[in-house]
Nanobody, 120 residues
Framework: QVQLVESGGGLVQPGGSLRLSCAAS????????MGWYRQAPGKERELVAH???????NYADSAKGRFTISRDNANNMVFLQMNSLKPEDTAVYYC??????????????WGQGTLVTVSS
């Protein structure tokens, strides 16, 4: 059993900052890529950023220059530092882990999501 739990969401004013955290638990050997997705009201889920075990990163154009993704491989955690937040960043943010190597196979796992609301 592998589980992802997100935290750090909340209400923030435009221009403010939030730091999201995600922790993977279970009998995990390694995780190839961890990332953050978001789903805004009436929109499809989209990639915000992801990071590989070697710390190669990729960002959505909307996040580039404002958000920073990082990870702690030893503790199977991933973080998203969000600065200069805009109202259009409002969404439920989901943690994702792919290439999760366990004793029984390779898995992809999603967290339950954490709500980020950017509003004045």
């Amino acid at each position: 059993q592998v589980q992802l739990v997100e935290s750090g969401g909340g209400l923030v004013q435009p221009g403010g900052s939030l730091r999201l955290s995600c922790a993977a638990s279970g009998s995990i050997f390694s995780i190839y890529v961890m990332g953050w997705y978001r789903q805004a009201p009436g929109k499809e889920r989209e990639l915000v950023a992801h990071i590989t075990s070697a710390r190669f990163t990729n960002y959505a154009d909307s996040a580039k220059g404002r958000f920073t993704i990082s990870r702690d491989n030893a503790n199977n955690m991933v973080f998203l530092q969000m600065n200069s937040l805009k109202p259009e960043d409002t969404a439920v943010y989901y943690c994702n882990a792919a290439g999760v190597r366990t004793a029984i196979g390779i898995l992809e796992v999603w967290g339950q999501g954490t709500l980020v609301t950017v509003s004045s």
